[in-house]
């Protein structure tokens, strides 16, 4: 068992609160919402745009950042459930594609903009980790221009052969998720992101978690898989950990028995967290709050009553949550605060979402300036 932690940055102006017995209440606001740009060269590129434009609105941007093997796959299909789709690769592409798509989200893996393949990273001795093996200027331009509504000719890192493919054509989905290394590593692409999500797993979990994986599924052995995490370690430290300073949600995970939810916002009520008689313990840090859950649910259905101590989690009806989990039952991170802080952070960014959309609807004229 995992502690997980859920921290949501103080930019939101994040509330939590218990005083169990009533109720945890949750609360992300929307950090900003760009409703078009004022960027004449930009402005012209997606008058063009309209045509591929999935939604009548700009594109919500999601950036979800984790290491290799922390959970990201686990957490966007549980994120596309909550929209009520399933994702799927895009029909009669690529089948190395490793992009997933669905009626409302588009997930791309940002994998596909290294700039070095496996060779060209084995030739000049960097991994996949450093920057210098990846091509940021090409981010930024395809993520602002599905942003804009411009669909775009996306490359395809192909893991099975360590190659370059030929690209794909992305088109603006309704949520464009960029998910994998560096969401928030540059800081034009950071400043597309209307909410952003850094997994972080600690080395123990990653470890288990991968060798699991790793052994079973691609038939590595204990010592290379050690080796990798060992190799990736100094890069890992560098490049990729900085970012969860800047991530809206942080999913902590850490190898006790206890799971924890953090959230970002101080909130004088979270003093009374301790005193909770159902599992989760409430601390407050540096403008953090923190949710913690410890142990790991027998009975999933009995989520609910766990469900019935929060507010605010963004749910339509009562229950939901519990509805979620229970339908992705053999989803990892199921029967603990893993799967369950996925799963709210999930409603989260559907709550977000819909307020961004309808604050674009309330302000049609300007939206239309651009
Ligand atoms: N909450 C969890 N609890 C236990 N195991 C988990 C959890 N989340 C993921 N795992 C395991 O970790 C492994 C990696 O998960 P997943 O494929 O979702 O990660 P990923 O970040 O998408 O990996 P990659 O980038 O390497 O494709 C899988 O074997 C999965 O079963
Ligand atoms: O960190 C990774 C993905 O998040 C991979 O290691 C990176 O993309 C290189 O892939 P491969 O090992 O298949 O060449």
């Known amino acids: 068992m995992a502690v997980c932690t859920v921290y949501t940055a103080h930019s939101l102006n994040s509330t939590c609160s218990i005083s169990t017995p009533t109720k945890t209440h ?218 969860k300073q800047y991530a809206d949600a942080v999913i902590e995970v850490l190898p006790t028995q206890l799971i924890q939810m953090t959230m970002r916002g101080s909130s004088p009520a979270l003093t009374q967290a301790s005193n909770s008689p159902m599992g989760p313990t409430l601390t407050t840090g540096h403008e953090v709050s923190v949710l913690e859950m410890d142990g790991q649910f027998d009975r999933l259905d009995e989520l609910i009553y766990v469900e019935s101590h929060l507010s605010n989690i963004s749910t339509k009806f009562y229950g939901e949550v519990t509805q979620q989990m229970l339908k992705h039952a053999d989803f990892p991170g199921s029967n603990n605060g893993t799967g369950l802080f996925q799963t709210i952070v999930g409603l989260k960014i559907r709550d977000l979402f819909e307020q961004i959309v309808a604050s674009r609807a309330k302000t049609p004229l300007e939206a239309t300036k651009a």
């Open 26 to 243: 949750l609360g992300f606001n929307q950090k900003h919402v760009v409703l078009y740009s004022t960027n004449k060269k930009t402005a012209r590129r997606a008058s063009s745009a309209v045509i591929t434009c999935a939604t009548d609105t700009q594109t919500v941007v999601i950036g979800l950042a984790a290491d290799s093997g922390c959970g990201k796959s686990t957490f966007m299909r549980r994120l596309t459930s909550v929209f009520g789709g399933a994702a799927e690769p895009p029909r009669g592409g690529n089948p190395d594609s490793n992009t997933l798509i669905s009626d409302t989200t588009t997930v791309i893996c940002l994998d596909d903009y290294h700039s070095l393949d496996r060779t060209g990273r084995k030739e000049n001795g960097v991994t996949a980790l450093d920057p210098r093996a990846n091509d940021f200027d090409l981010m930024y331009e395809q993520v602002k221009a599905i942003k804009d509504g411009v669909a775009v000719e996306k490359p395809i890192y192909n893991h099975v052969t360590g190659l370059l493919d030929p690209p794909e054509l992305i088109k603006p989905p309704k949520i464009l998720v960029i998910e994998g290394l560096h969401p928030m590593y540059d800081q034009r692409v950071r400043d597309l992101l209307d909410f952003s999500i850094y997994l972080d797993i600690s080395n123990e979990v990653k470890f288990a978690w991968k060798i699991q994986r790793d052994m079973a599924e691609r038939g590595h052995s204990l010592e290379s898989i050690k080796a990798s995490i060992e190799a990736r370690k100094p890069d890992f430290d560098a490049y990729i950990d900085p970012q």
